[in-house]
């Protein structure tokens, strides 16, 4: 049985979930203009509670959604790069 819609999984929520002490070293992007912000913000924030190497980078005056407009938008190629980097470090 799939709980991929359920609201309340935290396959679907990560905050929701009772342990994040297992995920690993973690680097969100977040649009400083983005309904999400928050969420982002508190999801980090409790990874770090449980032990989790946490990083996350606000990107001022970004929208959702402009990490896919690396090639359009200097501050999504360098949020690009920043998220490689992160990525590199943490293997």
């Keep these: 049985m799939s709980d991929s819609g359920d609201p309340q999984s935290p396959y679907v929520s990560p905050l929701r979930a009772d342990d994040l002490s297992h995920l690993p070293p973690t680097f969100v992007v977040t649009a400083e203009i983005d309904p999400l912000c928050d969420e982002q913000t508190a999801y980090v924030e409790r990874l770090r509670q449980c032990g989790v190497r946490a990083e996350q980078k606000i990107y001022a005056g970004m929208c959702h959604g402009f990490f ?11 949020a690009i790069v920043d998220a490689a980097a992160a990525m590199r470090a943490a293997i």
Aim: proline share 9%; no cysteine; net charge neutral.
């Design 68 to 78: 896919q407009a690396g090639a359009m938008m200097p501050t999504a190629h360098t």
